[in-house]
Nanobody
Framework: QVQLVESGGDLVQTGGSLRLSCARSGSIFSINAMGWYRQAPGKKRELVARITSGGSTDYADSVTGRFTISRDNAKNTVYLQMNSLKPEDTAVYYC?????????WGQGTQVTVSS
């Protein structure tokens, strides 16, 4: 059974930094991509950053240059380094793993950026 567990969410001030982690347990035969999404109150869940099995990355325009996604295959963990945080980054951040057949989600971690 695959589980994704996010950690690292916190309350920070504008301009601060956080690093989110998503640790995966359970075997997945073939991962297409891993990503981070976020959902703010009253808004739809949106893609923040994604890294493919080949290592290609893409980011939402709103976080480009401030956030960096990375992975450690040996630890089955994907990270999201978030710098220069803004109040509009406040949301629940979810980890996502996509295979050919399934899409797995974590339970989310809260990031709150105070002004």
């Amino acid at each position: 059974q695959v589980q994704l567990v996010e950690s690292g969410g916190d309350l920070v001030q504008t301009g601060g930094s956080l690093r989110l982690s998503c640790a995966r347990s359970g075997s997945i035969f073939s991962i297409n991509a891993m990503g981070w999404y976020r959902q703010a109150p009253g808004k739809k869940r949106e893609l923040v950053a994604r890294i493919t099995s080949g290592g290609s990355t893409d980011y939402a325009d709103s976080v480009t240059g401030r956030f960096t996604i990375s992975r450690d295959n040996a630890k089955n963990t994907v990270y999201l380094q978030m710098n220069s945080l803004k109040p509009e980054d406040t949301a629940v951040y979810y980890c996502n793993v996509i295979t050919k057949l399934y899409s797995y989600w974590g339970q989310g971690t809260q990031v709150t950026v105070s002004s």
